[in-house]
């Protein structure tokens, strides 16, 4: 699976992206445990922070898989 991270999540991170590895499919919640386990600084940005997957926005029962991208996307304002 890979990860993307925008704004001001790539300087909570360190990083643009990440590859990771899964054994088997992830809930929302057990994505967010493995990508605070990696990244402690993106706990503080999860109840802002909006789940893509595949470029569709996920929700409570999006299951993610391997072959997935998923996209970390921070709020978002417009002038």
């Not at 360190?14 to 706990?43: I, N, T, Y």
């Not at 503080?44 to 926005?57: G, M």
Request: proline share 5%; hydrophobic share 45%.
């Amino acid at each position: 699976m890979r990860v993307l991270f925008f704004a001001q999540l790539k300087d909570a991170t360190g990083c643009e992206s990440v590859e990771l590895a899964l054994s088997g499919p992830l809930d929302v919640e057990k994505l967010w445990v493995e990508l605070v386990r990696r990244f402690p600084k993106l706990a503080a940005h999860r109840a802002t922070v909006r789940l893509s997957r595949n470029w569709e926005y996920a929700d409570a029962q999006t299951q993610f898989l391997a072959s997935d991208e998923v996209a970390l996307i921070p709020p978002v304002s417009g002038g």
